[in-house]
């Protein structure tokens, strides 16, 4: 599950689609359309095929919107994103042409604002299951990833060391298994092996 500020932008950009509303799709392309511009020029392109390759991605979510299929766990522009990467690649494999040195080395300001963005959604999905925690597994937790040693910890719990490593073992495992289990972190674990 999203985040519900990211859905609610999601749904009033779908909306914006549907509707056909200039606004909101002028304004999704002034905040999205640079960050592909600058991958496709990096990678052996040029600002037409980029704007070209932007809007292949629009009109595939288009589409997946008309049809019911659109499933994202992120945010609207980091799936446009990263279909228009996957379009960009294959039509660089179709054409033969090889992508850069520096490109595959350098990263843009836009990329470095992706990751951004995907930190802040795995900062959101931390959050969400910490609040799901009990308070005695959270406590330890939070402690844990402040970075307060083991020994700390028992004594602020007024617990033995052992079994403060052993509440903490628990607990670590119990709030992965549900962290896991969320298609945004799914999500998020692909994008970052994929890239």
Request: proline residues 1%.
């Amino acid at each position: 599950m999203q985040s519900s500020i990211v859905q609610e932008d999601n749904n009033k950009i779908i909306a914006g689609i549907i509707g056909n509303d200039d606004r909101v799709l002028k304004t999704f392309y002034e905040r999205h359309l640079p960050m592909v511009t600058s991958y496709v020029i990096k990678n052996s392109g040029n600002e037409y095929d980029a704007k070209d390759v932007f809007q292949d991605a629009m009109v595939i979510v288009y589409e997946k919107i008309k049809e019911s299929t659109l499933d994202i766990h992120c945010s609207l522009g980091t799936y446009v994103y990263g279909i228009s990467k996957n379009l960009w690649r294959n039509r660089l494999r179709r054409n033969s042409k090889v992508m850069s040195q520096d490109a595959q080395i350098d990263q843009s300001e836009e990329e470095v604002a992706l990751e951004n963005i995907e930190r802040k959604e795995k900062i959101l999905l931390i959050q969400k299951y910490l609040l799901v925690l009990g308070e005695g597994c959270k406590e330890i937790l939070m402690l844990f990833f402040s970075g307060h040693s083991l020994k700390e910890i028992a004594k602020q719990r007024n617990l033995s060391e052992s079994y403060a490593r052993k509440r903490k073992f628990i607990c670590q495992k119990k709030f992965m298994v549900m962290i896991e289990k969320d298609p945004v972190f799914k999500e998020l674990k692909e994008s970052s092996n994929y890239e």
